[in-house]
């Protein structure tokens, strides 16, 4: 497949970045600042400011001469290869390679990308626009090498496209700055009156070398496809990630398991606590003689397991050759997803309290954390539902009698119901409104009343009716009236649904 390459310049990449930031910009002229020797200079301009004749380099004094309301901002070192970085990672979605090529160009290798856009011409376009329609000023261009695209992008004025084997015409008419050379040796092209590559493409390469250097023909062999230019693709950031130095160097099978299985108990401990399975997980092994082998494994879905993706990698430890020795493990989690967490079992074969392990198991919990902190409840012969529990003496101890299990019951039961404000459409319908500790609760579905009577042996009191009701939130609530409905009745909040 032959290879294709598109540039996209950003003519104003920090300011347009400030515009979206702060709109106000928009509709005055301003520029970037940064001390240099002594002096404050020009680092960006906006293209109001450019329009003003000021441009990156100028001294900061000059610029301000130059237009009565130029607004003056502090430069911030470093953001443009932060923001270039970040629209080269938003750009893979277009092409899996794209390298920076700073301070202000992206370099993508689109090579088999462009028919998933019908062409080159609709690549180009869709890919441009969304970048204007985000606020950047972008300029592209697409040819066979780095070098042309790269020019055509800046400097082109026909067609941003050039077609396959046509460089050396895209170059003819181009100013010698479209080949990234250095100022010097721009600046003797311009006193030799050498204003075009056509005035100097076809010149002997021995009469080029001895006035401008090597320099000047490895841009023009690069430009024109007669050498390769290497681009250093932007690596996306891996979040999920361990790595394993070693003091010795690791060159026996055994080794590679050890450190493979010691990867593998950190990074499904990373991703057990983000609530995330592996999906997709690369092995990198960089050896002392600066090579690096790598093998991978795949699950159909996300799992922590360290035994099982062990077992997976263990199939593909025979394929590494360690050489003279392995000096660094890197396990790379490259795709993860969301997993539910399982309740795991705490024992099996269902032999209830009476297992051993069960009460070790207690043991060594109220070792750490205080025989007070268990409890076991079993169900108690009262009517009140927070009268309707008392703790276990042992877990020997047996029920009197079984749980309530016709009608639902809230997870969490308050020890008192707690006092709440009711608004309700009529005085015996459910409420549609609720205040609990000062948040306002709008009830969606409510189920009931179950009416509960009071037991009157034992003390003076009202029955209640109790709703299970949900807020628009989706948590449900366990509410009571106490009493009547038409003898000014309390309301209040008594347990909470799952």
């Keep these: 497949m032959a290879k294709r390459y598109m540039a996209i310049w950003f003519r104003h990449l920090v300011t347009d970045w400030l515009m979206l930031r702060r709109p106000e910009l928009r509709e005055i002229p301003f520029v970037c600042v940064l001390p240099e020797r002594n002096r404050m200079v020009v680092t960006a301009a906006s293209y109001l400011a450019e329009a003003e004749g000021i441009f990156a380099g100028m001294a900061a004094a000059d610029a301000k001469a130059m237009t009565i ?19 080269g990672l938003w750009c893979m979605r277009y092409t899996p390679l794209v390298a920076t090529d700073a301070p202000d160009t992206l370099l993508l290798d689109i090579s088999g990308c462009t028919h998933l856009w019908g062409s080159e011409q609709g690549y180009l376009k869709e890919l441009v626009l969304k970048l204007r329609t985000s606020g950047y000023d972008a300029r592209a261009a697409i040819a066979d090498t780095v070098g042309t695209a790269w020019a055509v992008a800046r400097f082109g004025r026909v067609s941003p496209i050039i077609p396959a ?3 050396a015409q895209a170059l003819l008419a181009l100013p010698p700055a479209a080949l990234r050379l250095e100022q010097p040796v721009l600046e003797r092209l311009q006193k030799l009156g050498l204003r075009t590559i056509g005035n100097f493409m076809l010149m002997p390469q021995r009469e080029l070398r001895r006035r401008f250097g090597e320099g000047l023909l490895l841009r023009l062999r690069q430009a024109l496809g007669l050498e390769e230019e290497i681009l250093l693709p932007v690596v996306p950031p891996v979040p999920f990630v361990e790595r394993l130095p070693c003091l010795e160097p690791i060159c026996t099978a055994t080794g590679i398991e050890i450190a493979v299985q010691q990867l593998l ?7 057990q606590n983000e609530g995330k399975g592996l999906r997709r997980a690369v092995l990198k092994c960089y050896r002392v003689d600066g090579k690096m082998v790598q093998t991978g494994i795949s699950t159909n879905r996300g799992s922590h397991s360290v035994s099982h993706l062990f077992k997976l990698f263990e199939l593909q430890i025979a394929k590494i050759e360690p050489a003279l020795g392995i000096e660094l493990f890197l396990l790379e989690a490259s795709k993860v997803e969301d997993v539910e967490v399982l309740q795991e079992k705490l024992w099996t074969g269902n032999p209830g309290l009476a297992d051993n392990a069960l009460a070790e198991l207690l043991d060594r919990i109220a070792t750490k954390v205080g025989q007070d902190r268990i409890r076991r409840y079993l169900p108690a012969e009262h009517y009140w539902p927070e009268r309707s529990i008392r703790p276990a003496i042992s877990l020997q101890e047996m029920p009197g009698t079984s749980w309530r299990t016709n009608r639902p019951r809230p997870i969490r039961l308050l020890p008192r119901p707690e006092s709440i404000e009711v608004m309700a459409l009529l005085p015996d319908y459910p409420p549609k409104v609720f205040t609990y500790r000062g948040r306002r609760h709008v009830v969606v579905k409510a189920d009931g009343p179950e009416r509960i009577e009071r037991e009157w042996w034992q003390d003076q009191g009202v029955h209640r009716d109790y709703y299970a009701v949900e807020d628009e939130q989706g948590q449900r609530y366990w509410l009571f009236r106490s009493g009547h409905f038409d003898t000014a009745p309390e309301w209040f909040l008594h347990g909470f649904f799952a």
């Design 265 to 271: 108990e950190r990074l499904c401990l990373l991703l």
């Design 69 to 87: 309301n130029l607004q003056v901002l502090d430069a911030i070192p470093g953001k443009e290869a932060r923001l270039l970085r970040q629209l």
């Design 165 to 167: 084997g046509n460089q």
